[in-house]
C-alpha cells in the first residue's frame, strides 16, 4: 500500500489545518496508521496513531487536544486535524502504516512522502 500525504500549507498561529493521507488500497483492519513530523534540525516524531480496526487512538503530550487522528475506512484514508496551531508545530508531515499499536518509527513500515506545514507567528 502506497500513502500519499497532501493538505499542507501555510497558516498563521492559532489556525488550522486538516491532513489527509490517502492510501492507494485497502487499509486492512489490522493495520495501525500514524502521523509523524520533522521539523527543521531535529528528529522525525510521532504526533498520533490509530488502531484501525477499533478506532482506539494514541497521542503525543506535545499534540493531545490540538490535533485528532481519524480515519475513513471506506475512502480509505487518515486524517489529522489539526488546531490551535503554533510556530513550533513548523514541519514536514509524515503519515505511516504499521501493524503495531506504538509510538515507535521502526514500528511503521510503508510511510508517505510528507507534507510540509508552516506556521507564522
Known amino acids: 500500500v502506497q500513502l500519499q500525504a497532501s493538505g499542507g500549507g501555510l497558516v498563521q498561529a492559532e489556525g488550522s489545518l486538516r491532513l489527509s493521507c490517502a492510501a492507494s488500497?485497502?487499509?486492512?483492519?489490522?493495520?495501525?496508521m500514524g502521523w509523524f513530523r520533522q521539523a527543521p534540525g531535529k528528529k522525525r516524531e510521532f504526533l498520533a496513531a490509530?488502531?484501525?480496526?477499533?478506532?482506539?487512538?494514541l497521542y503525543a503530550d506535545s499534540v493531545k487536544g490540538r490535533f485528532t487522528i481519524s480515519g475513513d475506512s471506506r475512502e480509505n484514508t487518515l486524517h489529522l486535524q489539526m488546531n490551535s496551531l503554533k510556530p513550533e508545530d513548523t514541519a514536514v508531515y509524515y503519515c505511516?502504516?504499521?501493524?503495531?499499536?506504538?509510538?515507535?518509527?521502526?514500528?511503521?513500515?510503508?510511510w508517505g512522502q510528507g507534507t510540509l506545514v508552516t506556521v507564522s507567528s
Open positions: 490509530i488502531r484501525w480496526s477499533t478506532r482506539a487512538t
Open positions: 505511516a502504516r504499521g501493524s503495531q499499536y506504538s509510538t515507535q518509527q521502526s514500528d511503521y513500515s510503508s
Open positions: 488500497g485497502r487499509i486492512f483492519s489490522s493495520s495501525v
